[in-house]
């Protein structure tokens, strides 16, 4: 497994195309610099990441751990470009990220994230094969976007599910809809924020299965937020934010 170090600013390694973090062949995709945001209300502040460093390779599975609260779903908020830091620096493929203006973030979402949450988020109404495709939708013809969804619904083994609806499906299924969903446009990386959550153990171990198919057959990059620390450890590497810090573990 590889062990990038997670303090300090990145070097040369973060440029794209340049050696990767651990000195192999895999480039660095994402890049964390000293990393804050904090909130503030009623005349109060709250600091929740407190200068976060990481580096995150391309095809690499990486999950963060640590306690209620400590900041991982904002971590993810904050690499996925829905949430700007208070300081520090995001670089994607050695770009300052948040140089972009929003209208360039959005396109940036759309184009090289892919989001699954602890909530399936999926439309009660629509199919299996309709929840995958409103990433497509407004940009490929409608043929086009149904075959691409086909294929994620197929990647993530539902093919016998496409016609049906959420309501008619278990909360693994669901869960792997959401998958599909994220995958169908093939972004750069998926950022899961507790995507076993809502699941039991043995339905949980599945989807965390499935990743790790994907990572492996496809070259997908994961950051995968989850209080599942015997599925975490199964990832390339483990970070643990304690009091809004980044510390890698192997």
Same mark, same amino acid.
């Given at each position: 497994?590889?062990? +990038?170090?997670?303090?300090?600013?990145?070097?040369?390694?973060?440029?794209?195309?340049?050696?990767?973090?651990?000195?192999?062949?895999?480039?660095?995709?994402?890049?964390?610099?000293?990393?804050?945001?904090?909130?503030?209300?009623?005349?109060?502040?709250?600091?929740?990441?407190?200068?976060?460093?990481?580096?995150?390779?391309?095809?690499?599975?990486?999950?963060?751990?640590?306690?209620? *609260?400590?900041?991982?779903?904002? &971590?993810?908020?904050?690499?996925?470009?829905?949430?700007?830091?208070?300081? *520090?620096?995001?670089?994607?493929? *050695?770009?300052?990220?948040?140089?972009?203006?929003?209208? @360039? &973030?959005?396109?940036?979402?759309?184009?090289?994230?892919?989001?699954?949450?602890?909530?399936? $988020?999926?439309?009660?109404?629509?199919?299996?094969?309709? $929840?995958?495709? +409103?990433? &497509?939708?407004?940009?490929?013809?409608?043929?086009?976007?149904?075959?691409?969804?086909?294929?994620?619904?197929?990647?993530?083994?539902?093919?016998?599910?496409?016609?049906?609806?959420?309501?008619? &499906?278990?909360?693994? @299924?669901?869960?792997?809809?959401?998958?599909?969903?994220?995958?169908?446009?093939?972004?750069?990386?998926?950022?899961?924020?507790?995507?076993?959550? $809502?699941?039991?153990?043995?339905?949980? @171990?599945?989807?965390?299965?499935?990743?790790?198919?994907?990572?492996?057959?496809? *070259?997908?990059?994961?950051?995968?937020?989850?209080?599942?620390?015997?599925?975490?450890?199964?990832?390339?590497?483990?970070?643990?934010?304690?009091?809004?810090?980044?510390?890698?573990?192997?």
């Amino acid at each position: 497994m590889s062990d +990038p170090a997670a303090g300090g600013s990145a070097g040369p390694t973060g440029v794209a195309g340049g050696p990767s973090a651990d000195g192999g062949s895999r480039p660095v995709l994402v890049v964390a610099e000293g990393v804050e945001k904090e909130y503030r209300t009623a005349g109060e502040v709250l600091r929740v990441l407190r200068g976060v460093s990481l580096t995150i390779l391309t095809g690499e599975l990486v999950a963060v751990v640590g306690a209620s *609260g400590v900041g991982k779903s904002t &971590l993810l908020h904050v690499l996925g470009a829905l949430d700007r830091p208070t300081a *520090g620096r995001v670089r994607f493929r *050695g770009e300052d990220l948040f140089a972009r203006t929003d209208a @360039e &973030l959005t396109r940036f979402r759309r184009e090289e994230i892919g989001f699954v949450f602890q909530l399936y $988020n999926l439309l009660a109404d629509f199919s299996a094969l309709e $929840n995958a495709m +409103p990433a &497509l939708i407004q940009r490929r013809p409608a043929a086009e976007a149904r075959r691409l969804a086909e294929d994620a619904i197929r990647e993530v083994g539902l093919t016998e599910r496409m016609t049906h609806r959420p309501g008619e &499906l278990s909360g693994g @299924e669901q869960q792997r809809v959401a998958l599909a969903r994220a995958l169908v446009a093939r972004p750069a990386v998926i950022l899961a924020d507790e995507p076993t959550g $809502n699941l039991d153990p043995k339905t949980s @171990e599945g989807v965390f299965e499935l990743f790790g198919r994907l990572q492996a057959e496809r *070259g997908a990059t994961f950051v995968i937020a989850t209080h599942h620390l015997d599925l975490a450890r199964r990832a390339d590497r483990v970070v643990r934010l304690v009091e809004g810090r980044a510390v890698v573990e192997a």
